[in-house]
């Protein structure tokens, strides 16, 4: 649907309170990935919903220049993903040894103590990340969650499209520490990047946006 020099990708679907299909997801997922490799995109997550074709024609209005400031700042570029598992380690107390119990325990509190913020040694990990990638991408955002084997840091950079193999081989030379685990993903559909910085991406409520 086109209004205002924008235009929306929309399905129609019925209403549901069931969870989708992957092959619902999966095939979303490629209708996005198809239109990001020949234009600016804002893709949203799956599930955004809006009630009539009317309502996506007053949010391309009333949202007109904050999407079109977005669909600007993502010209070109796309997304490219790291991903590092940290190993957890337990918390030795000096001259008392740790029971198998006790060090499961101990590795649990390393492994949720930081909640949402990097530990400072996992902090100094991606700055040498994205120091050593300086240059191949023009934002970055980071996220930590917990793992199976430890905690897991998100690193993401929106690249420019002609700047991926660059990213690439940049990347293949990352030494990272011992125990260590590194993922190189992408290109993608920016994903991470589909906001602006007061907004989360579902906010704007449509499948994607387009000019």
């Given amino acids: 649907m086109a209004a205002h020099g ?7 679907v019925e209403e549901t309170s069931s969870a989708p299909s992957v092959s619902s997801v999966l095939a979303f997922e490629k209708v996005v990935e198809t239109i990001h490799a020949r234009q600016a995109v804002i893709p949203l997550r799956y599930g955004c919903l809006m009630e009539s ?13 904050e ?5 600007g700042r993502l010209q070109g570029l796309t997304e490219m993903g790291i991903r590092v598992l ?3 380690r337990p918390e030795i107390l000096p001259g008392l040894p ?37 240059g191949c991408y023009t934002e970055q955002r980071r996220e930590i969650s917990p793992a199976e084997q430890g905690r897991l840091i998100s690193l993401y950079f929106l690249t420019p499209k002609i700047d991926v193999e660059r990213f690439r081989n940049k990347a293949r030379q990352i030494c990272p520490p011992g125990g260590t685990k590194l993922l190189l993903s992408g290109p993608w559909p920016p994903y ?4 602006s910085p007061a907004k989360s991406p579902n906010e704007f409520g449509i499948a994607s946006l387009l000019q």
């Fill in 86 to 88: 940290c190993p957890a």
């Fill in 6 to 12: 924008l235009a929306a990708v929309v399905s129609r």
């Fill in 192 to 195: 991470n990047f589909a906001s």
């Fill in 53 to 65: 074709e009317s309502a996506i024609i007053r949010l391309l209005e009333d949202h007109r220049q």
């Fill in 98 to 134: 740790l029971s198998p119990g006790a060090a499961y325990l101990a590795s649990l509190r390393n492994r949720y103590s930081s909640g949402d913020s990097l530990a400072p040694e996992e902090a100094e990990l991606a700055d040498q990340i994205t120091g050593l990638l300086f």
């Fill in 67 to 71: 999407y079109e400031a977005l669909l």
